[in-house]
């Protein structure tokens, strides 16, 4: 079994009425409905209010791979918490962030960079694969029309990266590097642009489909997590 969290900041969807239309079980209610199907995975969620947020030492060192959805509450996520994500990624846990969670302070620690970008509100987008032979866009077509989603566009501020899976092209004429994967110490990260708050993105079969490869892709290779830390050092 692949052990998944998935986390959200729940905070748009129990504020505003069309934004619980949209998701009445919240973005984390959805996304773990989806992927609870795949026999292979099991799913539990966390969100923000919870103590620790959730994401407790006992809850990461039971968890394979982590998907966090993030946006108003970036500045108030604990320090600490982001720390214990961190280590637990540098010791093999895979990470999944999502939409506005660039933003987040653990793609910030983790990455290094401002994660800064340009956005638009209301626009629509096409998707690009641009690595057809990644894992992750495996049974995914080579486009995929999203009638309505938020413009994200370069300049994106992230480090060097390993592989740019999906590309998006907005109507305003932008392009983004909307599907990114990185290594930090033994954990694989995604970064998966499409999924802004107030459109139902993560209902379509093709963005799931994505998210169940990305999870596939991000399971730590490594059956024990690996503190690389204060390691001895042979001579
Ligand atoms: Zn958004």
Redesign the pocket.
């Known amino acids: 079994m692949i052990r998944i969290m998935v986390w959200n900041e729940y905070k748009h969807e129990r504020e505003y009425e069309n934004i619980r239309k949209v998701y009445p079980e919240g973005i984390h209610g959805c996304i773990a409905g989806f992927l609870g199907k795949e026999e292979d995975f099991a799913v539990r969620t966390a969100t923000f209010d919870m103590s620790e947020h959730g994401l407790t030492e006992d809850v990461l060192r039971e968890t394979d791979v982590l998907i966090i959805w993030s946006?108003a509450l970036q500045d108030e996520f604990s320090d600490e918490v982001a720390e214990r994500v961190q280590r637990h990624v540098l010791a093999g846990m895979g990470l999944i962030a999502l939409?506005?969670a660039h933003y987040s302070k653990v793609m910030k620690m983790l990455l290094g960079t401002s994660m800064t970008l340009k956005?638009r509100h209301g626009d629509n987008e096409k998707l690009w694969c641009t690595a057809p032979a990644h894992p992750i866009a495996q049974g995914v077509p080579e486009m995929i029309e999203l009638s309505k989603e938020?413009m994200y566009g370069e300049f994106f501020d992230i480090p060097k990266l390993d592989d740019v899976v999906f590309t998006g092209w907005f109507s305003g004429g932008e392009v983004f590097r909307s599907g990114c994967t990185f290594s930090r110490g033994l954990g694989r990260i995604f970064y998966f642009q499409p999924?802004?708050?107030?459109y139902p993105i993560y209902y379509k079969p093709e963005i799931q489909k994505i998210l169940v490869n990305a999870v596939h892709f991000c399971t730590p290779v490594l059956k024990e997590r690996t503190n690389l830390e204060n390691r001895e050092i042979k001579h």
């Open positions: 946006h939409h506005s956005w938020e999924g802004h708050e107030e």
